[in-house]
């Protein structure tokens, strides 16, 4: 199922996963959950520090994985765990173990393995296929999500975890694939700003043109999908009709 969620403001969106974070914590199970980077989630990863929500969170229940990260040191300004760590999981008393950073100091080959066994070990399996309870997602200019790009994409590669490159830096990344993200339970992208009207109406373009996004064609199959997105991401859209 695919849902539209308009916000407002961008702070009315950050307080929704907030308060979906929490919520999931409360489960009498544990709970994995894919982030990405980008500027969205860290303006999530800000507000939650600062707001009563951070301690509301029963964190021991919660597992965080990264849909997709570039291959250099935690301590770059690059490293989306780095960045989650230094703005949030560091001001929270999460168990280390209950985050599952990929290493980007150890060769693409040897940590796209590794991190395919950690996943295939810890998290249920739908249909054969480790399924995370939510992958939050973004979307860039140019329709690429997670770190799969047009035109790179296999939508039917057999593995959970894909090597990745960027298309103008050559920069090397491990990306969730497109059929790892399929069999996630729930599936949301998190839009904010009016530099993301355009490629918004393009996704959801009422014809062929949106198949060259990689955005417009990955879904959960059988769960939920949502785009969230504040009025500057959405007003060409919501100006095309939608």
């Not at 700003?193 to 059988?222: C, H, L, R, T, W």
Request: hydrophobic share 45%; proline share 4%; charged share 25%.
């Amino acid at each position: 199922m695919w849902e539209i969620k308009v916000f407002d403001e961008d702070r009315e969106l950050l307080e929704f996963i907030a308060e979906q974070l929490l919520a999931y914590s409360l489960k009498s199970d544990p709970v994995h959950i894919a982030l990405s980077g980008g500027s969205t989630p860290k303006a999530l990863f800000q507000f939650i520090a600062k707001s009563d929500i951070r301690d509301a969170v029963e964190w021991a229940n919660l597992h965080f994985w990264w849909g997709d990260e570039r291959m250099v040191p935690d301590s770059d300004a690059d490293s989306n765990y780095g960045e989650a760590k230094r703005l949030l999981f560091d001001l929270t008393d999460i168990p280390a173990e209950n985050l599952h950073p990929i290493n980007g100091t150890l060769a693409l080959e040897s940590e796209l393995a590794r991190i395919d066994e950690e996943s295939q070990a810890a998290l249920d399996t739908l249909h054969g296929w480790p399924s995370f309870d939510w992958v939050m997602l973004g979307v860039g200019e140019d329709g690429h999500t997670a770190s799969l790009f047009p035109d790179q994409v296999d939508y039917n590669a057999d593995t959970c975890w894909v090597p990745a490159s960027h298309p103008e830096t050559g920069q090397a990344r491990i990306s969730l694939s497109a059929e790892a993200i399929g069999h996630a339970q729930r599936v949301s992208y998190l839009v904010i700003g009016a530099q993301k009207a355009e490629i918004v109406v393009k996704v959801f373009a009422d014809d062929d043109s949106a198949d060259e996004y990689p955005a417009a064609n990955i879904y959960s199959f059988e769960g939920d999908t949502e785009w969230l997105l504040d009025t500057n991401a959405a007003k060409l859209f919501m100006a095309d009709g939608g």
